[in-house]
């Protein structure tokens, strides 16, 4: 009887040669599986069994023990018995029915058939059924054979998969068999295929025969899958993928693969979802536009193409924030702009609205006639280069040489201001030795020759009580030494000016809290100390000045920086920081000059009256008006009146700067002595070595010298050296009045005004630079400052008979030009 899967699995490992367990063998049949399906009832007639090679290992039985699994590939194995007699047909014992449903079944392969043997194929009938049922009404008994040698398989050993062949024909065609995933017809092939034989009792278990079986054949499995039916090419691709890995090495197979990672999440937005405009505040502030993550792509686009590489909108676009406000709008979404941008923006559009409003009203530039009509007298276009400057730049810082005229270029760009851009107030802030000076030059060049009109010069000054007098009174300027900002703060902030003008800051020593207290929409700074020397001054006042934070602070603290850690800079960098400084400093040299200046520039320094020389400075002014009074009136001036005018005008000049004022020979006043000092002093600041001071007489010139001791250069050294005689002070030189000037002189300091100009100021060598300085020391509110408002109108005029140089009485028209010159300084005196 045949053996039962239960029989199989207990079978041992090693066959047993004494005692061979019956076989029940299906022959090979030679008709077509249809024909065997037709001729259910006959039997099957008996064929000499040839060696077959051992089928593959079965997979695992299935879950029904009652029914027989289809026989696995059993390992190759040499059976050599003699072919039975042929059985009568049993029909009542027929053999169990294979599990359609079971794993093992289906993955099992039909025993190989030997090429003798092989039947032709044929093609699968629609209604065909599997060969089972043959085997199940016909089985043939056969007895079983003669043990023969069993053949043990080689232990498999791993070897690396060899290179892709070509596939060699099959020494047994085999069929596969396939997955139970497989399609349809590949099945119904398979159950056409011959009977299964049943193994002998000595053959192995299917488990044993898994473990020990060798892999299948591939060229095997690629012959068989050429003779079914035609796969879909997806399973094809897989089985041949499957098939790669099996036949690959273990080293290649285990191989890990990398694992795919998944597509990276896209981070969740941060930040505000509107848009914002802000004020990036530093050294030099930058508006930085940051679009929100929900801002529209044609916003987005139009910022991006607005900002430069920083990420920074250029101020001087004054069509972007427009164009961002209006695209913003039209797509809903909210932008921000801060309150310190639109500040920002004002303080260079009003700058270019400014240089434009100029640019209109003076096409011609410094050279136009309407600004030499600015002030009272005519300016050079080097000083009104320097005016329109400071009104452009807004708040500015004038930094020429001493002696080029800033005081004047200050008054020139008030007025500027007052015309064009509506200025009202107008604030001073200097030395209080300067405040008479200021105010005078105001009144001289600007204010109205009456000092009592509501819109002429004020200097803040006296008691408590008078000042606060002063501050209730309209005044469109006022000058105020930095004493009175503490005590008067209050009145400042209140007056609240237009325009804070500061004289030569170096002199002042202002606090930090002091420049607090400096506010105004303008400012001006003037200040003739070389500031390469005292960065630290340079730095406030810069500071001061650049309010908005425009560039120009931080390109001064780059320079700086670089000049301390000793980094080079390139011409590029120059020019950058250099554009970036020059928006609020200009500064020049009068060699930078000399095309423009006169060959002498006179300056004017003021000195206080005491009470007996103003008494005696009057009542000589009184006397030469009585006798100027008839010859106005008759035309008529008698040589006697001629005289004693003469003698008036000696009297006046004699009384403003001696110490007896009725005595020509007396010594100089103190107050002389010390405003010469103090003069010497500022120029050891601002950089004047060289410096000559005329003496009217040889006593004179003996006060001085003992006075000025320290600053005196020994003798001999004036004509040969230019080096100052003291570490912190300038080189001077003693002159008489008809000495030669040393040559390569900076400055000349004389005391008093002469009523006529030196012809030739260098001497008779004429190597003086141009625009050499020469600083009068003038009396306060006297004969001397109107003598030196009219100084360049008597270059041509008559000396009189009191004046050294006189020869005779003068005469016709000579007489009458010098009566007329006399007028005009008494005039100026406003005594």
């Not at 039997?43 to 077959?52: C, D, G, N, Q």
């Amino acid at each position: 009887m045949a053996t039962s899967p239960k029989t199989r699995r207990k079978t041992p490992l090693q066959p047993d040669t004494a005692a061979p367990a019956p076989a029940t063998i299906t022959p090979q049949q030679s008709t077509p599986p249809a024909a065997k399906t037709r001729s259910r009832s006959k039997p099957a007639p008996a064929a000499t069994v040839a060696p077959v090679a051992a089928p593959a290992p079965a997979p695992a039985p299935a879950k029904r023990p009652r029914k027989a699994p289809t026989t696995a590939k059993p390992t190759e194995v040499a059976v050599a018995a003699p072919a039975p007699a042929p059985a009568p047909v049993t029909p009542e014992a027929p053999a169990p029915r294979p599990a359609r449903k079971a794993a093992p079944a289906k993955k099992a392969e039909a025993p190989a058939t030997p090429p003798a043997a092989a039947a032709p194929s044929a093609k699968p009938s629609r209604r065909a059924r599997p060969a089972r049922k043959t085997m199940d009404e016909v089985p043939v008994p056969v007895p079983a054979p003669a043990a023969a040698p069993v053949k043990a398989p080689a232990p498999m050993a791993e070897v690396p998969a060899p290179a892709p062949e070509p596939a060699s024909p099959p020494e047994a065609p085999q069929a596969p068999v396939e997955p139970e995933q497989a399609d349809r017809p590949g099945r119904r092939a398979r159950g056409k295929a011959p009977a299964p034989v049943p193994a002998p009792a000595s053959a192995k278990s299917s488990r044993q025969q898994r473990q020990q079986a060798p892999r299948p054949d591939r060229s095997a499995r690629r012959a068989k899958r050429t003779g079914a039916d035609a796969r879909s090419a997806p399973a094809d691709d897989t089985v041949q993928a499957v098939l790669a890995v099996l036949a690959a090495p273990a080293a290649v197979a285990a191989t890990p693969v990398a694992a795919v990672l998944p597509e990276p999440v896209a981070a969740p937005p941060t930040g505000p979802a509107h848009s914002a405009i802000v004020l990036v505040d530093a050294d030099q502030r930058q508006l930085a536009w940051l679009p929100g993550h929900a801002c529209p792509a044609e916003l987005r686009q139009a910022g991006q193409r607005r900002i430069d590489a920083a990420g920074h909108l250029s101020p001087e676009d004054d069509a972007a924030l427009p164009l961002l406000l209006r695209l913003a709008s039209e797509a809903g979404h909210p932008l921000q702009v801060d309150e310190a941008v639109w500040a920002h923006l004002a303080a260079h559009r009003d700058a270019r609205h400014r240089l434009g409003a100029l640019e209109a009203a003076y096409p011609e530039g410094p050279a136009s006639a309407t600004l030499q009509q600015l002030l009272r007298a005519p300016l050079p276009l080097f000083q009104v280069e320097g005016a329109l400057f400071a009104v452009v730049a807004g708040r500015a810082l004038i930094a020429d040489e001493r002696g080029l005229g800033k005081g004047v270029m200050a008054i020139a760009a008030a007025q500027l201001w007052r015309r064009h851009f509506g200025v009202q107030r107008v604030l001073v802030l200097c030395a209080p030795s300067q405040r008479s000076a200021w105010q005078r030059a105001w009144q001289r060049f600007a204010g109205p020759a009456d000092r009592s009109a509501p819109d002429a010069a004020q200097v803040i000054d006296g008691g408590l009580h008078q000042r606060q007098a002063m501050w209730s009174t309209t005044a469109g300027v006022r000058i105020l030494s930095p004493e009175a900002l503490d005590s008067d703060a209050a009145h400042l902030a209140h007056w609240a000016p237009d325009l804070i003008i500061v004289d030569e800051p170096q002199q002042l020593a202002l606090r930090d809290e002091a420049w607090a207290q400096l506010t105004s929409p303008h400012a001006l700074v003037l200040c003739g100390a070389p500031l390469a020397e005292q960065p630290e001054l340079m730095d406030t006042l810069v500071s001061w000045l650049d309010v908005q934070r425009l560039g120009p602070l931080a390109a001064l603290r780059e320079l700086y920086d670089a000049s301390q850690s000793g980094r080079a800079l390139d011409e590029a960098d120059i020019e950058r920081l250099t554009a970036g400084l020059s928006r609020v400093m200009l500064q020049r040299l009068r060699t930078d000059l000399a095309e423009q200046l006169p060959p002498l520039v006179h300056t004017e320094r003021l000195v206080p009256l005491a009470p007996g020389q103003r008494e005696q400075h009057d009542a000589h002014a009184a006397k030469a008006r009585r006798l100027l009074a008839g010859w106005q009136v008759s035309g008529y001036c008698s040589d006697t009146d001629h005289w004693r005018l003469a003698v008036a005008l000696r009297a006046m000049q004699q009384a403003c700067h001696r110490a007896e004022p009725s005595n020509p020979d007396s010594a100089l006043a103190e107050a002389t002595v010390q405003v010469l000092a103090a003069q010497l002093e500022e120029w050891a600041t601002t950089g004047a070595p060289r410096v000559a001071v005329l003496c009217a007489s040889e006593a004179d010139r003996a006060q001085l010298a003992q006075r000025l001791a320290d600053w005196l250069a020994p003798a001999g050294q004036a004509d040969s050296d230019g080096d100052g005689a003291g570490e912190g002070g300038p080189q001077v030189t003693l002159v008489g009045p008809d000495d030669a000037l040393p040559p390569g002189l900076d400055a000349v300091l004389q005391v008093g005004v002469p009523w006529r100009p030196r012809r030739h100021p260098a001497g008779p060598r004429g190597d003086a630079a141009p625009g050499q300085q020469w600083v009068y020391l003038v009396a306060q509110d006297s004969i001397e400052c109107a003598l030196f408002d009219t100084l360049a109108q008597r270059s041509d005029v008559p000396r009189g008979l009191a004046d050294s140089g006189a020869r005779d009485y003068l005469q016709g028209e000579r007489l009458n030009a010098w009566l007329t010159a006399l007028q005009a300084a008494l005039d100026g005196t406003g005594t």
